[in-house]
């Protein structure tokens, strides 16, 4: 049987379908972390049967619980209820956000988001301090369309409080057939009060690899955009790398930004493509603190300058890239600050089609850095204009001269970032808010009102979207692309 070492996007779940476990560990079934974790497995049978007295004298008070329950409660009681019950208060007691328990239904759906498709919103989702958040978005899904941004709350799912729930519960929540509605209800730091987002679910295909040529100075520079790290990703990147290279490009741009993990068996096929055998890629610590370091077969570096875009939605199998290329490889990071996920977690099988995904190691970076919580610290420290992260317009009623509500703020932030500027952004409708509203209804096709109906505030949301997208106006990217051009 193929065992699957998984190493979450933030105990990621890729809400494309529903929820991927994140990542896997193990570059393939006989790779060097699979032999070690296969005698970690064996020496832990002696351990097992060292402690078996001790346990089952320990597991005859469960099995009294059980039976007592299971006779005498006042109600009756479904045994694989109680049995499931047991197995959740278990892992509860770890107080560990990662290490969960999976029923067959979920398990099964876990599986099939290993698919080439997926059918949801296309995000993903992690915990953090106990609070479910987005992970980020993947391109051009309804969650992106949406707004949805990393580190966005999940507060409900059709009006029903996500609080107390899992990861996997909380997806079972969104995920659905395309075509079909949801509502999340969101919130967002310097947000004063919780967005609502409703979308309809749609086929989100992994098309993982986006690539392109790009001029900087009369110099040809490759860009590769990694979007997820799945089955294909690694044959994929070596395809489209070698189609750069043949068009002699003088440097490249690897762009992680918004990618919340993966596979790890293709972090490491890319990173061997890449980083030389000079430093490990990648330690692996277990629980008694013993480490094990992994190096790539690789003895020439490329003869071009690379240089990596991340953001804070870079996230697990991302960040091993992230730090490999630049510990190990001495390439610069460049963006924000990662997001900060240094675990490891296997989901074990439990016999029935259920299985318990727990945490089992630590992944630390070339140098031994464990950048859990923390994140990874860009090498070029750039933030995008403020314009990239403001949340989407929520017009239930139109707005008009005089009045103050913090979607009228949301809206001036917009208008102000599409050029059209007023004299505010505190909120509150005054004359230049007006100005500015019949200025941008004026240039693009709508009744001039001056006020704030849907109909304005989808065209501005749409506007915005479309400057976002522009490569004109990422600075990152061109920040980038100046480097390389040195």
Wanted: proline share 4%; charged share 30%; glycine share 10%.
């Amino acid at each position: 049987m193929r065992r699957k070492w998984v190493l979450p996007a933030v105990a990621a779940v890729t809400l494309t379908a529903g929820v991927t476990g994140g990542m896997y560990l193990g570059s393939s079934e006989d790779g060097p972390l699979k032999k070690w974790i296969g005698k970690m497995e064996t020496d832990g049978e002696v351990d097992k049967q060292e402690k078996a007295a001790v346990n089952d004298k320990e597991l005859g008070k469960v099995e009294q619980a059980y039976d007592l329950i299971l006779s005498s409660y006042v109600e009756e009681v479904e045994s694989d209820q109680l049995v499931e019950g047991a197995i959740q208060g278990m892992l509860t007691t770890l107080d560990d956000p990662y290490s969960v328990y999976m029923d067959k239904e979920t398990a099964k759906q876990f599986e099939e988001t290993l698919d080439s498709s997926f059918e949801g919103i296309g995000t993903e989702i992690g915990i953090d301090e106990g609070k479910i958040i987005i992970i980020s978005p993947y391109k051009n899904s309804p969650a992106e369309k949406a707004g949805l941004k990393p580190k966005d709350q999940i507060l409900k799912v059709n009006g029903e409080s996500v609080e107390g729930k899992n990861l996997y519960e909380t997806r079972l929540k969104i995920r659905g057939k395309k075509g079909t509605s949801v509502t999340l209800e969101i919130k967002r730091d310097g947000v004063a009060n919780p967005i609502i987002v409703k979308m309809v679910r749609a086929e989100i295909p992994l098309e993982s690899v986006f690539s392109a040529v790009k001029e900087e100075k009369g110099k040809k520079m490759g860009y590769i955009e990694l979007t997820t790290f799945s089955v294909n990703t690694a044959a994929d990147f070596k395809n489209h790398l070698q189609k750069l290279e043949e068009q002699n490009i003088q440097g490249l741009i690897i762009d992680v930004r918004g990618n919340p993990g993966g596979l790890l068996s293709s972090v490491e096929e890319i990173v061997g493509n890449l980083v030389t055998n000079k430093k490990p890629y990648l330690q692996i610590e277990e629980r008694n603190g013993d480490t094990r370091a992994y190096f790539t077969n690789l003895k020439e570096k490329k003869e071009y300058p690379i240089a990596v875009l991340m953001d804070k939605g870079s996230a697990s199998a991302s960040e091993i890239l992230a730090s490999a290329l630049q510990e190990a490889g001495g390439y610069p990071l460049i963006g924000d600050r990662s997001f900060g996920k240094g675990t490891v977690q296997q989901p074990v099988p439990m016999g029935d089609g259920s299985n318990i995904k727990l945490t089992l190691f630590k992944w630390l970076s070339p140098d031994g850095n464990w950048i859990h919580k923390k994140g990874i610290e860009p090498t070029i420290e750039v933030h995008q204009p403020d314009y990239f992260n403001l949340q989407p317009l929520a017009i239930d009623k139109t707005l008009k001269r005089d009045d103050n509500s913090e979607q009228i703020k949301h809206a001036q932030e917009m208008l102000s970032g599409l050029g059209f500027e007023s004299s505010r952004d505190d909120g509150y409708f005054d004359q230049r808010t007006e100005v500015a509203v019949k200025a941008f209804q004026q240039q693009n096709g709508i009744e001039v009102t001056g006020k704030l109906d849907q109909k304005t505030a989808g065209a501005i949301e749409t506007a915005l979207i479309e400057k976002i997208k522009d490569e004109q106006n990422d600075i990152q990217l061109k920040i980038a692309l100046k480097y390389l051009a040195k």
